[in-house]
């Protein structure tokens, strides 16, 4: 596995990535070695964030956790993407490296695994055109979390969403 480490606003010890190397080798039994994992931590006031990114054959895992330490946000984020992982094991499989779920028994089992979604509404909306901050503008009127809308740039359909961080991020589909 292929591991990139940055920081922003901060200088990243030694230690911290040999902990990130040592931590992502629980993940890369699921991968193998073709995947990448990006890890990129964050130094705010208090806090300290961690964000782990893994892709794999055009999948993306993602977790994103803060702590006052840089070390335990490393290690909750490192448990969330295992957890991410065993929860979805029975779609995965078929994906990901076969063999790789094989060490879990049903002892080892701590999340509940998901063997069915279950789609409650459909709902169709009607996509117009516009810019990026008319759809952040109609998305805060309606009180949505994510709006879909067909970007006027680029006639290309995109989705606004509110980040946990309080700003803003658009979706935009990238044709491999």
């Known amino acids: 596995m292929e591991i990139t480490i940055t920081g922003r606003k901060c200088s990243i010890r030694d230690s911290f990535k040999e902990r990130a190397e040592k931590k992502l080798l629980k993940v890369e039994r699921f991968f193998g070695d073709d ?9 705010e ?3 300290q964030n961690v964000e782990v990114t893994v892709i794999n054959n055009g999948m993306i895992f993602r977790a994103e956790e803060s702590a006052e330490n840089m070390n335990d946000a490393l ?3 490192v448990d969330s993407l ?9 779609k995965l499989e078929k994906r990901l490296r076969s063999g790789a779920f094989d060490s ?9 695994e998901e063997t069915e ?3 409650v509404r459909t709902k169709s909306v009607i996509l117009k055109p516009q810019s990026v901050e008319e759809a952040i503008l109609q998305m805060n009127m309606l009180g949505h979390q994510f709006y879909m809308f067909i970007n006027s740039e680029d006639s ?5 969403y509110k980040r946990a961080d309080g700003g803003y991020g658009v ?6």
Request: charged share 30%; aromatic share 4%; glycine share 0%.
């Open 117 to 119: 979604f279950d789609v």
């Open 104 to 112: 879990f028994t049903a002892a080892d089992e701590s999340v509940t």
């Open 45 to 47: 006031k208090t806090r």
């Open 82 to 90: 295992v957890r991410q992982i065993r929860k979805n094991k029975t």
């Open 75 to 77: 290690d909750r984020c």
């Open 171 to 176: 979706l935009v589909p990238d044709m491999e």
């Open 35 to 43: 995947a990448t994992a990006k890890v990129t931590a964050t130094v």
């Open 156 to 160: 290309l359909v995109n989705v606004v």
